[in-house]
Structures are given as C-alpha cells and as structure tokens.
C-alpha cells in the first residue's frame, strides 16, 4: 500500500488538503506517496494543490496539463534554468491576464482568460490535439486581429506538448502536432528593422530615468537579449579583472559564458544605480527599494520617455520620432558595430547568433543609408 501524509489535526491551518507545512516550506503528497514542495508561499502552495487535488474535475484534459506545465515552468524559474519573461508568456497564454485594479490614472482592466484555455476547453485532451486543430487556432486568431500573440501561444502550447512526450505523463503521446514538420504554418510576422538613429536615443536618453538609461545602455553595448537576460542580471556578473571592470554572464539561450568589457561610462551608470551600499545578488536594473523591475514595467517606463522626448521634439518644430523598444537598440548596437568595420564574426558572438548568416541579415535589414545608382560608362 503506498505511504500516505500523515492525518492532519484537527484545528484549521489554512492549507488545501494533502498539503503539510515542513522545514520552512509547503509539500504535496500525492496518492501514490510522494511529496513534492510547493514552495515557501502559503498562497501559492494552494494554488498549486488545488490543481492536483482537480476541483473542477479536469483532470487528464489538455488544459489540466497546461495548468500542470506552468507549475513545471514555476520550478524551472526557482532553479534559474528557464527566464522569468518566458514564465510570464507562458502563463499569459494559459492562465491570461487577471483583473487590474482601478488607479487615479487607468480604470479597472477586467480580467482576461487565456487564448490556450478557450479553445482547447475541456473535454480536449492531449491526445485529441491534432496539426488541423492547431492551424485553425492560428488561422482563426490571424483573422481577429492577433496573428502574433497567436504565434507565441502556440509555441507555449507546443512547449507543453514536447514535456509531455518527454517526461511519458500522458501515455501513447508520441508526436507534437505543434511542430512544422506536422504541416504547421506560423502565421507571418513583419521583419523588425527599425532602426534608432543617434539622435532618437540621445532625446530619449535626456528625459529617461535612471533605470531606463541603465537598460538602454546595457543593451546598447553588451547587445545581449533585454528581455530575458539584462533583466534577470544582479551583482553575480558583476567581475574585476586585470584591473578592469567587466561583465561575466552566461547567455540564457545558447547557453554560453561570456565576458564583455565595461566601458568606463558604462560601469559609473552601473555603480550610480547600485547605490553606494551594494546587497547581495541586488538586481543591476533595480527599483528606488533595490528590487527587481519587470520588463513589461521597464518597457512601459521606456514608451513613457519616448512620448515626453516626442513632446520636446515637436515643440521645438521637429518631427516626432516613431516608437521603439529596448530590443531595437540590440539592433542598433550591432548594426553602428558594422558600420564601424567591426568584424561579422565578432558582433555575432556579442549577439549570441549560432550561424553568421543571421547575424547579416539581423544588421543589414536596419542599414538605412542611400545606395549610389550605376556610374558606369557604357562605351
């Protein structure tokens, strides 16, 4: 007979059945015995056993295993093996996006369920998904107007797809209907080129905060990815070497250990936003209170200087400059890099690229200058 969790007292505890408080953090103990923390969160904790214990009956369905990969997701995140930002787009695409209470400025942002969970609802299970299914969810998205959030749900619905098959939770799953090789077309996406030119960065540089300036510039001359690896940085990369400061990260997704130099400017923003008493693993883009900014926080921040160096602009009867995010000053980065005579090569080991080719195509498509028509003299 399998183990069972001890019988709990009788007084309330304010935990979900099956979940026991021990060493300082929340376990479930599952039917067959074993006992899985949930973390040191009391809320969270029962959010998690609340779906293994299945109220709502939906247990084996494909959005009980959806709700199940983001508990994975969760795990991942604690143990720095998967981003935060993708946590994030993930549970947007399952969960979607709860209630937004009212402030002085926004009225109440009514909650909002996830693309995933409406149309795959139960009785669907993962075994019933099929290629057709999931190209009529992306063509069917594409014609309300939301081709690439469909995209990107997609590729969370084919994330959990490819952990069932591989962890065998779902027997007689073999193949993920999700992937191109079972016929799937995304739906297409425009080319990001926008290009900021010099001008553009330094009037929105002269209005930014602190912060925002730290990110411009982090991402403007490391060129690694703002949304998934700059933003999850503390003082852990933070390394002096010969005398000089220097960046020691390791890219999220290839995995790779880098060094960057820090320009002398570079590191003064970096020691000005720290502040002059230094925590341990203190966030390098932090808020006043020393925590972490989220990235949509951060971007939101950036639109905000851009629309007040906009008002500048226009009052001093300039045209106002189109909007862009912290991800086009990669771009920038790697492009004034080119520009510069910088070798191919070494912007794409800067900008994490697997082939040389993408690294071409990802600066040239941005390169904006006139080209010199055909002076060639025909005899």
């Avoid at 099956?18 to 949930?38: C, I, M, N, Q, S």
């Avoid at 709700?67 to 994975?72: A, R």
């Avoid at 962890?167 to 016929?183: D, E, H, M, Q, Y």
Wanted: hydrophobic fraction near 35%.
């Amino acid at each position: 007979m399998a183990a069972m969790g001890r019988k709990r007292k009788s007084t309330d505890t304010g935990l979900e059945p099956r979940v026991y408080a021990k060493h300082g953090a929340y376990y479930y103990v599952h039917r067959d015995g074993r006992w899985e923390r949930l973390g040191a969160d009391k809320m969270d904790a029962n959010r998690k056993a609340r779906l293994f214990n299945d109220p709502d009956g939906e247990f084996g369905t494909l959005v009980y295993w959806l709700d199940m990969f983001l508990v994975h997701c969760a795990a991942k995140v604690e143990a720095k093996t998967l981003s935060p930002r993708t946590l994030d787009d993930y549970t947007n695409a399952i969960k979607g996006t709860p209630e937004r209470v009212a402030t002085a400025k926004n009225p109440i942002t009514p909650a909002k369920p996830g693309a995933l969970r409406i149309f795959f609802a139960p009785p669907m299970t993962p075994l019933d998904l099929d290629p057709d299914m999931v190209q009529d969810f992306l063509d069917t998205n594409a014609e309300l107007g939301r081709p690439v959030p469909a995209n990107r749900e997609k590729a969370a619905l084919s994330s959990c797809m490819s952990w069932l098959i591989r962890t065998g939770k779902v027997p007689g799953l073999k193949i993920n209907p999700c992937l191109r090789a079972s016929g799937i077309k995304r739906n297409p996406e425009a080319k990001r080129d926008r290009y900021v030119t010099h001008d553009e960065y330094r009037d929105v540089w002269a209005v930014a905060h602190k912060s925002v300036r730290l990110m411009m510039e982090l991402t403007y001359r490391t060129l690694q990815r703002p949304e998934s690896d700059i933003i999850t940085w503390t003082t852990e990369v933070l390394l002096t070497e010969d005398g000089q400061g220097k960046l020691h990260f390791r890219q999220g997704k290839t995995k790779k250990w880098m060094k960057v130099l820090l320009t002398p400017e570079l590191d003064g923003l970096i020691r000005q936003g720290m502040g002059t008493v230094t925590k341990l693993k203190q966030p390098i883009v932090r808020t006043r209170l020393g925590e972490a900014y989220s990235y949509d926080g951060l971007s939101a921040m950036l639109k905000r200087s851009i629309t007040k160096a906009n008002k500048l602009r226009q009052a001093a009867g300039q045209d106002a400059m189109p909007s862009f995010g912290f991800r086009d000053l990669k771009g920038k980065g790697a492009t004034d890099m080119w520009q510069a005579g910088i070798p191919i090569e070494q912007i794409q080991q800067l900008c994490g690229h697997e082939d040389k080719h993408t690294t071409e195509i990802y600066v040239k498509q941005r390169w904006r200058e006139t080209a010199t028509a055909n002076l060639v003299a025909m005899g």
